[in-house]
């Protein structure tokens, strides 16, 4: 295909899928102030229910502020030809195609983590500030910046390397090699997540012998399952806002309790979101998240592999020189609509998971816990109780708090 063509169909995809994006947002923005369902009419008081109504019309401005920054940012640098600047900089510094990819890729990810810092500042500082979420300081600011940045380098760097490396020796085959790195790396970090890369930016505790403890390893032995590491996380360092999940399998499998989730809940409630947590690894489903996501992964590679090799990727983009970096980028935009639908599919995987896992904490712990739970949840984070049916089965990871709440009520 011609690189004029492309060049166009790289422009319309992104215009499109940044219309798509505002399309919903608005959609569902117009739903904000909706009657509150009756059976949801407990979660906020009068005062607390205006206050999420401001909230949310707040972060729907911001975001859309945010959106078309980013989105003209992108285009200014794809019609100006950015990229071929970028890529001129890199191969001044050296002719090693590895070293060419790293800084490349150097550039433009600092570079435009740097041109967005302000708007984060701004959400954490001003935002998140005015509404009493924030917890976080300057200081941690700035350290996680430098911390994301470290491993981004280290991490994202040392793959990068060597999948070009790989393409250097292996031609198109590379993608079977660089396949298996993805997803022998991908498992590790899933094992060792909680010890290697969590510690960087919070710490965590043993869950302290006591009430708590006890009423978690009463359930956990009623259900079959052994739980050993059971961890208090300050996630009180950056936010008021509540959360608890669950990681690696085998010996390395863990659950982490936000110190704020703790702080929110009763005993009770905090034992139905273990139990919840528990039901997703009964039910396989870290399991079948990461195979999904491997499988993807190949998917992504072999397709790229039939088309890196074309000159006309890099030069849609402007650069004279075709080159392994380039290439990926232009694939990477090219494949947006594909990776919306497969997002679209782990989303609509995901929401039928949560509903077997609260389903799973209903019959093996109790509904009404993990109802009141939820629902304080929800109120503590300012949550938005009428989202629009299109924007949910587009971007939410979970059900609403209504399809919850029906769900586990029904059959109790
Ligand atoms: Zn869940």
């Known amino acids: 295909m011609n690189p004029q063509t492309l060049f166009y169909i790289i422009i319309a995809i992104i215009i499109i899928d940044f219309i798509i994006d505002k399309i919903l947002d608005t959609l569902n923005a117009k739903h904000f102030d909706d009657p509150i369902p009756q059976e949801l009419s407990d979660v906020y008081n009068k005062d607390e229910y205006e206050k999420s109504q401001r909230y949310k019309k707040e972060r729907y401005r911001f975001g859309i502020i945010t959106s078309t920054f980013s989105v003209l940012l992108t285009l200014g640098f794809i019609i100006f030809d950015g990229f071929a600047w970028v890529d001129d900089i890199a191969r001044n510094f050296t002719d090693n195609a590895i070293l060419v990819a790293l800084i490349f890729f150097g550039i433009i990810m600092i570079g435009s983590d740097i041109l967005t810092t302000p708007f984060s500042w701004y959400s954490t500082f001003v935002i998140e500030e005015k509404y009493g979420f924030n917890k976080t300081t300057k200081k941690t600011f700035f350290l996680d910046k430098i911390k994301g940045w470290f491993m981004m380098i280290i991490l994202g760097g040392g793959i990068l390397a060597l999948i070009v490396w790989f393409y250097q020796f292996a031609g198109n085959d590379f993608w079977w090699y660089a396949w298996i790195l ?201 949550s938005n109780l009428t989202p629009h049916k299109a924007y949910v089965f587009m971007h939410y990871s979970h059900p609403t708090l209504l399809q919850r709440f029906r769900n586990l009520k029904r059959g109790v």
Do not use: C
């Open 182 to 382: 993805v997803a022998v790396f991908s498992i590790f970090i899933n094992m060792f997540y909680a010890k290697l890369i969590v510690p960087l930016f919070n710490k965590q505790s043993p869950l302290e012998e006591g009430s708590l403890r006890t009423k978690i390893e009463t359930y956990a032995k009623s259900v079959g399952f052994t739980l050993d590491n059971i961890f208090i996380i300050d996630g009180s360092k950056r936010s008021t806002k509540a959360n608890a999940y669950f990681s690696g399998f085998g010996k390395e499998k863990r659950i982490t309790l936000f110190d704020t989730l703790v702080k929110d809940l009763e005993e009770e409630e905090i034992v139905a979101v273990l139990a919840h947590e528990v039901g997703h690894y009964k039910k396989n489903h870290i399991i079948v998240n990461l195979l999904a996501s491997i499988l993807t992964t190949g998917f992504t590679l072999w397709l790229l592999s039939l088309f890196v090799g074309s000159p006309a990727l890099s030069q849609a983009l402007g650069v004279e020189e075709p080159s392994f970096h380039t290439g990926l980028i232009a694939f990477g935009i090219l494949y947006s609509p594909i990776s919306e639908i497969t997002g679209l599919l782990m989303n609509y995987l995901s929401r039928k998971f949560e509903y077997q896992a609260d389903n799973y904490a209903k019959n093996t712990y109790g509904a009404a816990p993990l109802i009141s739970s939820l629902k304080k949840l929800t109120k503590n984070s300012l």
